[in-house]
């Protein structure tokens, strides 16, 4: 393990994938920083860019524009009050404020110097966590994979969107549009009503594209009027931040590193629930709980460190199992299987270096977060109020050409915009898509795992497991009890965070 | 005054949620998959008279549909539960921009091999921002000739991945 990490930091020591993560960090806080427009949005739209790089300039840039996407969030937030992205909410309790006292640079700092903290100290536990993680993932034989697969597809369709229900009819329909094609285990045509240019399936990036980017350029056009900011709030302000400051957040930094990186390595439950995990936390713990909420700096700190530490455990379903836990590292296979690497044991077994090369090169935009965001924090403060005139369009000239230069095929703009749409109606009626999206992602190696199994068992399923495969049989029983536990203790609190 | 409100919403009839709109086209549509289950997925080949072994191609289909089917009767339950108005949502937000853009949208991926890439994204993206609001003819000139000529770039020159060009209808190209 020591060795494949060394060879994978050596890996990603160039010259060209430092300069690339670091400028997907500056395209990440750029989008971040725009209000309405996410960070997962920016990852679906600078998707194919990663195709055509060197894997090891590629997924190092998308990671750039994830971490940086990320920490943008928080810029509009303390500046307006505008949560640049779901993640910096729990920001908007205090970091208005200290602008209002004219401490707006005190609080960017302190935001940036949480972030890069939960960021880097998550991105190290993950590195020294993986291997061993690997090692059993790579004991998984067949039915323990379906129970595997089976159980990360509800829990992610139960825990994003709010109603069970929706997620996991969304859950389905993505089960649904994957099976549209050719079966993984026979190479048999199903759904395709006849029709030649389906024949191949469903393409995974005009999907992600269509639900994750075209719904945010209409939801942006619809509120183009309501986010009229004016340029006077949009410069850091007053001094900066002091060493004592950052001291006396420590335990709140720290508590909510711990927190995000839990949570982060749990299937769908993500930033922003971190987010306002670790604000509480942070509020529970104080002396001065009364003081949350006017201007205080913990309050900063604490959501930021949280959102931040989420980042880097997410990459542990994904590069083991082959899991992503949400859309964004959903986004991150899609590049990583458009470059050859399936996610999953084998990966470790056959690529070890590359996964570390990967897993390094999100240390590397750490530190490059600390130094990108410091030196450009008042250039982003402009970013803010960019005018939406200019930004829609080109968003969406961004999506087509993407889109388009994948395979060159006009269909795929079809698509592109077929599901645009049915996101955008999914979001109003409040369906969430991210279900959608792993259901059609985790449905194929579902098949693929429940066809041996059936053939390992000689078409006696529940004999075979009950007799011969004590480790799913453990699963099945054991798995439902803490994904119940998980999600009636995120319910219990998510309900006692305080109002956005 | 109360029994005026309670006697006209009585007369307006019962008023479909959006939720459940969803859940019974989503119910009919899984229903008609399960359906078309033996139509639809091929059957496997027989060698030396022997058919495959293992999971039957229509398993694992017959499967995911009937879920699909009752996951939809399980919204519909849920939709007559809740009664929410989520419908007026989507026709609030259904404002003229979201539909010019929708349009200006499907406009430009149609029109994107006929009239090549530079000039689809150059109409759209001066269209777009002059209907947004954008009067300044500089702003509006780069980006509706810089950005796309510089994404044009980037792609087929630095990613050598191909753009549609130029308009496909000029003689020669």
């Given at each position: 393990m020591l060795y494949d990490l060394l060879d994978g930091l050596a890996m990603v020591l160039r010259m060209d994938t430092v300069a690339m993560t670091a400028l997907g960090l500056v395209l990440g806080i750029f989008v971040g920083s725009l209000p309405g427009f996410t960070t997962v949005?920016?990852?679906?739209?600078?998707?194919?860019?990663?195709?055509?790089?060197?894997?090891?300039?590629?997924?190092?840039?998308?990671?750039?524009?994830?971490?940086?996407?990320?920490?943008?969030?928080?810029?509009?937030?303390?500046?307006?009050?505008?949560?640049g992205t779901g993640a910096s909410v729990a920001t908007t309790f205090d970091g208005p404020k200290l602008t209002k006292q004219g401490k707006s640079r005190k609080a960017l700092e302190m935001a940036l110097a949480a972030s890069v903290f939960g960021d880097t100290v998550s991105s190290f536990l993950t590195i020294f966590l993986i291997g061993p993680i690997a090692l059993i993932a790579v004991k998984i034989g067949p039915p323990e994979l379906v129970v595997v697969l089976a159980f990360s597809m509800i829990i992610i369709a139960a825990t994003t969107g709010g109603d069970i229900a929706k997620g996991?009819?969304?859950?389905?329909?993505?089960?649904?549009?994957?099976?549209?094609?050719?079966?993984?285990?026979?190479?048999?045509?199903?759904?395709?009503?006849?029709?030649?240019?389906?024949?191949?399936?469903?393409?995974?990036?005009?999907?992600?594209?269509?639900?994750?980017?075209?719904p945010e350029i209409l939801l942006a056009v619809e509120e183009r009027t309501k986010l009229a900011i004016k340029s006077a709030n949009l410069r850091p302000e007053g001094e900066r931040l002091r060493w004592s400051e950052l001291m006396q957040c420590r335990r709140s930094i720290l508590r909510s590193t711990w927190l995000g990186a839990s949570i982060g390595a749990v299937p769908g439950v993500g930033q922003v629930v971190a987010a306002f995990m670790g604000y509480a936390a942070a509020k529970n713990a104080s002396d001065t709980p009364e003081k949350y909420g006017t201007?205080?700096?913990?309050?900063?700190?604490?959501?930021?460190?949280?959102?931040?530490?989420?980042?880097?455990?997410?990459?542990?379903?994904?590069?083991?199992?082959?899991?992503?836990?949400?859309?964004?590292?959903?986004?991150?296979?899609?590049?990583?299987?458009?470059?050859?690497?399936?996610p999953g044991p084998e990966l470790f077994t056959s690529q070890a270096p590359m996964v570390y090369a990967l897993l390094c090169s999100m240390i590397i935009a750490c530190i490059l977060l600390a130094v990108v965001g410091y030196l450009l924090i008042p250039v982003f403060a402009r970013v803010v109020a960019i005018r939406r005139a200019f930004l829609v369009p080109l968003t969406l000239v961004f999506a087509v050409a993407g889109t388009y230069v994948y395979r060159s095929n006009p269909l795929d703009l079809m698509f592109l915009m077929g599901f645009g749409l049915f996101g955008y109606v999914a979001r109003k009626l409040k369906f969430d898509v991210t279900p959608l999206v792993m259901g059609f992602i985790l449905t194929p190696p579902l098949e693929y795992a429940f066809g041996q199994t059936v053939l390992l068992s000689q078409d006696n399923v529940t004999n075979f497991i009950l007799t011969e495969r004590p480790v799913a049989l453990g699963m099945i029983v054991i798995i439902p009890v803490i994904m119940g536990f998980v999600w009636w203790r995120g319910r219990h609190q998510r309900k006692s965070a305080p109002p956005a | 005054m109360s029994s005026h409100s309670d006697s006209s919403s009585a007369r307006s009839g019962f008023q479909p949620s959006a939720h459940l709109v969803v859940a019974i086209i989503s119910a009919l549509i899984a229903a008609a998959m399960w359906l078309l289950v033996p139509y639809q997925v091929d059957k496997p080949m027989a060698m030396f008279g022997f058919g495959a072994k293992g999971l039957d191609p229509k398993v694992f289909p017959y499967l995911v549909t009937a879920i699909w089917f009752?996951?939809?009767?399980w919204n519909i339950v849920e939709a007559f539960r809740q009664q929410e108005d989520?419908?007026?949502?989507?026709?609030?937000?259904?404002?003229?921009?979201?539909?010019?853009?929708?349009?200006?949208?499907?406009?430009?991926?149609?029109?994107?091999?006929?009239?090549?890439?530079?000039?689809?994204?150059?109409?759209?993206?001066?269209?777009?921002?002059?209907?947004?609001?954008?009067?300044?003819?500089?702003?509006?000139?780069?980006?509706?000739?810089?950005?796309p000529g510089l994404i044009f770039f980037v792609f087929t020159g630095y990613l050598h991945v191909s753009l549609p060009p130029v308009p496909a209808w000029i003689p020669g190209v």
């Open positions: 949005m920016a990852m679906a739209v600078l998707l194919p860019v990663s195709f055509f790089l060197d894997p090891l300039i590629g997924l190092p840039f998308l990671i750039g524009v994830y971490k940086g996407g990320i920490y943008g969030g928080s810029i509009p937030a303390i500046l307006v009050g505008i949560p996991v009819l969304m859950l389905l329909i993505g089960m649904f549009l994957s099976m549209i094609g050719q079966d993984p285990i026979g190479a048999l045509n199903r759904f395709t009503f006849d029709f030649f240019a389906i024949q191949a399936g469903i393409d995974l990036l005009p999907m992600l594209i269509g639900l994750f980017a075209i201007g205080e700096l913990d309050g900063v700190a604490a959501p930021e460190a949280a959102n931040n530490a989420v980042n880097g455990p997410t990459m542990v379903p994904l590069l083991t199992l082959g899991i992503p836990g949400d859309n964004i590292t959903a986004i991150l296979l899609g590049a990583l299987v458009a470059q050859g690497l399936r | 009752f996951v939809s009767v989520d419908g007026a949502t989507l026709r609030g937000s259904m404002s003229g921009s979201v539909i010019v853009t929708v349009l200006a949208s499907f406009a430009y991926a149609f029109a994107l091999e006929p009239l090549g890439f530079v000039i689809s994204s150059g109409l759209v993206v001066a269209g777009l921002s002059i209907y947004f609001g954008a009067r300044e003819w500089l702003p509006i000139l780069v980006c509706a000739v810089g950005v």
